[in-house]
């Protein structure tokens, strides 16, 4: 099985500096490539599709120690596009930033 290329977008990467805690940040980029290079597929509970877009966006859900956090993502093909890492009391107001 082939790996898919992971892609940033800039407001992930700004949502990934925001975070103080450089353990938590270690933790939240290597679930994402564990979970996500390999098989982006959706797979509830971790992985699922989130309803009410014309095209697909997708939810990982990663659990720290301090915080759970929800990664939005699309792909295409054999490429991963990483659109938002936040904190899940963030994740609504981020869904509905995402449809605009």
Same mark, same amino acid.
Request: charged share 40%.
């Given at each position: 099985?082939?790996?898919?290329?992971?892609?940033?977008?800039?407001?992930?990467?700004?949502?990934?500096?925001?975070?103080?805690?450089?353990?938590?940040?270690?933790?939240?980029?290597?679930?994402?490539?564990?979970?996500? &290079?390999? $098989?982006?597929?959706?797979?509830?509970?971790? #992985? *699922?599709?989130?309803?009410?877009?014309?095209?697909?966006?997708? /939810?990982?859900?990663?659990?720290?120690?301090?915080?759970?956090?929800?990664?939005?993502?699309?792909?295409? &093909?054999? $490429?991963?596009?990483?659109?938002?890492?936040? #904190? *899940?009391?963030?994740?609504?107001?981020?869904?509905?930033?995402? /449809?605009?």
């Amino acid at each position: 099985m082939s790996s898919f290329q992971l892609e940033y977008y800039s407001k992930a990467e700004k949502d990934l500096e925001k975070l103080r805690d450089a353990k938590e940040v270690i933790v939240i980029l290597d679930q994402i490539q564990r979970h996500l &290079e390999k $098989k982006p597929f959706p797979y509830p509970p971790l #992985k *699922k599709r989130i309803q009410g877009f014309s095209w697909p966006l997708f /939810r990982l859900r990663i659990d720290t120690k301090k915080e759970s956090y929800r990664v939005f993502y699309i792909f295409k &093909e054999l $490429k991963i596009t990483i659109l938002r890492i936040v #904190k *899940k009391k963030d994740a609504d107001k981020t869904i509905r930033s995402l /449809r605009k």
